[in-house]
């Protein structure tokens, strides 16, 4: 079945890098764009990444801009988001979602989420 | 940025009860809109995409209406499972954006 797995997270310092991944399976992995998703603890959703289906459009949310990269390594089926200078406000649990059919980005499956904590 | 409002921001009902909550953007976005369920400490299902197509596995009982800036998600007889957070997303344009997420409690 179509699945995304989400995987990465942990503890880091502000100022610090971590690098999140995205395994996906049971589809065509370059057919769909990968999307990131983060959580803030007791907020709403917001939209961080997304890389085109076949990588060569990438855009990030004006938060991150700059700071993250997105990446897709096509022999793994696997997305990247490499978070650099991490901030406290980049605290969050991290979703994983490939794009919806007919290239249009609504978010499904959504992966588990994975928590980055950013903290001295 | 496209802003997206729900409406209300939580609301308390009883199993069988017919609940609607509101999702409205700050510019037109054609049907481009989709509905989400969240679950404590689990990740966002999909329900709806496109105003109103039900993601496949969905129940009936929920379903989805508008186009242009006023969108309508619908539960016609709630159910014990159907209580969590409901998210509107808007996919016309980049940022991709949310509601403020409705919360949905047992009353």
């Known amino acids: 079945q179509v699945q995304v797995v989400d995987s990465g997270g942990g503890v880091v310092q502000p100022g610090r890098s971590l690098r999140l991944s995205c395994a996906t399976s049971?589809?065509?992995?370059?057919?769909?764009?990968i999307h990131w998703v983060r959580q803030a603890p007791g907020k709403g959703l917001e939209w961080v990444a997304v890389s085109s289906y076949d990588g060569s459009n990438k855009l990030y949310a004006d938060s991150v801009k700059g700071r993250f990269t997105i990446s897709r390594d096509f022999s793994k089926d696997t997305v990247y988001l490499q978070m650099n200078s991490l901030r406290g406000e980049d605290t969050a649990v991290y979703y994983c979602?490939?794009?919806?059919?007919?290239?249009?980005?609504?978010?499904?499956?959504w992966g588990q989420g994975t928590l980055v904590t950013v903290s001295s | 940025d496209i802003q997206m409002t729900q409406s209300p921001s939580s609301l308390s009902a009883s199993i069988g009860d017919r609940v609607t909550i509101t999702c409205r953007a700050s510019q037109g976005i054609d049907i481009w809109l989709a509905w989400y369920q969240q679950k404590p400490e689990t990740a966002p299902k999909t329900l709806i995409y496109a105003a109103s197509t039900l993601q496949s596995g969905v129940p009936s009982r929920f379903s989805g209406s508008g186009s242009g800036t006023d969108f309508t998600l619908t539960i016609s007889s709630l159910q014990p499972e159907d209580f969590a957070t409901y998210y509107c997303q808007q996919y016309t344009s980049y940022p991709l954006t949310f509601g403020g997420g409705t919360k949905v409690e047992i009353k």
């Open positions: 049971g589809f065509t992995f370059n057919r769909y764009g």
């Open positions: 979602a490939r794009a919806g059919t007919s290239g249009h980005n609504w978010f499904g499956p």
